[in-house]
């Protein structure tokens, strides 16, 4: 009781002065049943008026049916002028307890409805009667848990108004016919009541974690946010930071080569040559290692920039799978772990796919498998099925633990290895973490995907599956054909770019390779240059960002002023998806920064032989 009466209190105080948030929801969830409300007490009494009807008791049953009109029109009006309210709005929190209040005025009104109805209807009928009134009213009680129990100060007040006060008013009338109607009436409104309060507590309980989860919801969306921004903020940072080094790498990469090259063809009967060129050899080596760096993070930038593109079309496999075969045969030999390449040659391999995504992404599966495999084999299968074909990279090598094999697939994580790295990275480059995150986004570009399966101290299973083409392309695309380009001696080539150091690098490197240069800081400096000569320029190799134009700009107006469309490249350090995007949407060939002197000269003589 004591419990009860600490309910009811704060009941009432939260009706009057509680939270907000917790009035607003008790106020929604009224206003949702408030239908139920309506009809469930006015049909009810209609029904007693139809069951109890009697030519002497007419009129108190049109009054006390007239009565019942009352709280249902309360409630009607409720509904009709609040149906559109939000009350947990916040401005809207006033409301909300407007409407608990008028809502529990009519519930207590329907509750006093009834009341009557055992003082001035129920004495007058029969037993049978007299039970339909009980049973009606039982479940109005019962029914109303879910409807009025939320805001418990008002189901209290339809309990107490309703049937509380049948054994005080069975003293006075007897009339009352039902057996032990007192006792029932006691068990039926202790366990009615006590359900209430339940269902009270439950409502405000699951308000409160409803509450919280917003609350750790918000944290998290706001966290996210932070998140988002300070990764925008970090990528413009490493977009700075990047570009001022990608400068002096570009810079030191071409000079290393020159000096290499001059090494070799001056020097090389000096005493002092062999120092020199395994020094030399050191440097290259080094610089390498950072050129591979900047490559690999760059391939990832244009990846998640959508830069990178695939071209889905018919290709066979068969050619692509020879050439890793012999490739990779080769560093087996090297390195003396078996390798061997399995299929079928009676079937044809023709898959919807882009060869240079599906080479590179197998190229980083064998890679990997070498460099974790120190005894045992490794395999690259394929296998034809429902109308799929699997790939598969199989090998016998350290093999990676469960709770790694998504990990694996992250940016910059790395499984260490106790095998020498020296040949390793001889063959396939320095490992940065990114071989198979760079693999995953080129299959997910193909509508693919990379399963990895793998057992500890067993082996590990990489599978790649693409799609059997509907037809047999009838020729092969231009990046299934590796040409080798000829050097093109005595080539003149135009190198622009404000920074002086990648200039004289630049230029030393191509006149060493037979090329003519001219260099200049921009388009006018260019062009006032080549009126002094009788030819016209055969490649334009030009920086995108100059001093006050960008390389786009002046590789037109050197075009515009020759009134010749002449091949050109551009040269960039941008690591910004956006920026990124907008230059290679140019149409023109670009080579990021930093950049090898075997990339730049490949490109060269590749625009030229294309010409």
Aim: proline share 3%; hydrophobic share 45%; with cysteine.
């Amino acid at each position: 009781m004591k419990s009860l009466v600490q309910r009811v209190l704060a009941e009432l105080l939260d009706l009057f002065t509680g939270t907000d948030d917790l009035a607003a929801a008790r106020a929604k969830h009224l206003q949702s049943s408030i239908i139920i409300a309506l009809f469930g007490s006015l049909g009810t009494s209609i029904t007693l008026v139809f069951f109890m009807w009697r030519e002497d008791l007419k009129l108190p049953l049109i009054l006390w049916l007239i009565c019942s009109h009352i709280p249902a029109l309360i409630r009607f009006w409720l509904w009709r002028a609040y149906a559109a309210v939000d009350f947990e709005q916040t401005h809207n929190h006033v409301l909300a307890k407007f409407y608990l209040r008028i809502s529990t005025l009519a519930t207590l009104l329907a509750g006093i409805v009834f009341g009557l109805g055992w003082a001035y209807l129920v004495p007058y009928v029969d037993v049978n009667d007299q039970l339909i009134y009980l049973l009606a009213v039982i479940a109005l009680l019962f029914g109303g848990l879910y409807t009025y129990s939320p805001n418990f100060i008002a189901y209290l007040l339809f309990s107490v108004s309703a049937i509380w006060l049948v054994p005080f008013i069975s003293l006075f009338v007897a009339a009352i016919k039902i057996e032990n109607l007192n006792f029932f009436i006691v068990l039926i409104s202790l366990l009615s009541t006590m359900f209430g309060m339940r269902f009270s507590l439950s409502f405000q309980h699951n308000h409160q974690l409803r509450k919280n989860v917003e609350h750790l919801l918000d944290e998290v969306t706001q966290k996210h946010q932070q998140a988002v921004e300070a990764n925008a903020e970090k990528s413009k940072f490493l977009a700075s930071v990047s570009h001022d080094l990608r400068q002096p790498m570009h810079a030191i990469s071409l000079n290393v080569a020159t000096i290499a090259t001059s090494l070799d063809q001056f020097v090389s009967a000096t005493p002092h040559a062999s120092f020199l060129q395994e020094q030399t050899k050191r440097l290259t080596t080094n610089v390498n290692y950072l050129n591979e760096m900047f490559e690999a993070l760059l391939d990832m930038s244009r990846l998640d920039a959508g830069v990178t593109t695939v071209d889905l079309h018919a290709i066979d496999l068969i050619p692509i799978i020879k050439r890793l075969g012999a490739e990779f045969q080769l560093i087996s030999q090297e390195l003396q772990i078996p390798f061997s390449v399995k299929y079928k040659k009676s079937n044809n391999y023709y898959v919807v796919a882009d060869t240079s995504a599906v080479d590179r992404i197998l190229r980083n599966l064998l890679s990997n498998a070498f460099k974790h495999t120190g005894s045992g084999g490794i395999r690259l299968s394929m296998l034809l099925k429902n109308n799929s074909l699997h790939i598969h990279v199989i090998d016998t090598g350290l093999g990676i633990a469960k709770n790694l094999r998504e990990k694996i697939f992250q940016d910059f994580v790395q499984i260490q290895s106790n095998k020498v790295t020296s040949v390793l990275q001889h063959q396939f480059g320095h490992s940065f973490g990114l071989g198979l995150g760079i693999a995953r986004r080129l299959a997910n570009r193909m509508n693919s995907e990379i399963i990895c399966r793998s057992w500890v101290g067993k082996g590990s299973v990489f599978s790649l599956s693409l799609p059997l083409a509907d037809a047999v392309p009838s020729a092969l695309s231009a990046s299934e054909s590796i040409a080798v380009h000829p050097q093109i001696n005595n080539a003149l080539i135009v190198v622009i770019d404000d920074e002086e150091q990648i200039v004289e690098s630049t230029s030393s490197l191509l006149q060493l390779h037979g090329f003519t240069v001219i260099t200049a800081s921009g388009s006018a400096d260019a062009i006032k240059k080549l009126q002094h000569t009788d030819k016209r320029p055969d490649l334009l190799l030009c920086d995108f960002r100059l001093l006050n134009e960008t390389g786009v700009v002046a590789i037109g107006l050197i075009q515009e002023e020759f009134n010749y469309d002449i091949p050109a490249i551009i040269i960039t350090g941008e690591t910004s998806p956006p920026e990124i995007q907008a230059i290679t949407h140019l149409g023109y060939k670009t080579l990021f920064k930093p950049l090898s002197s075997d990339s730049l000269l490949q490109a060269i003589h590749a625009t030229l032989q294309s010409t």
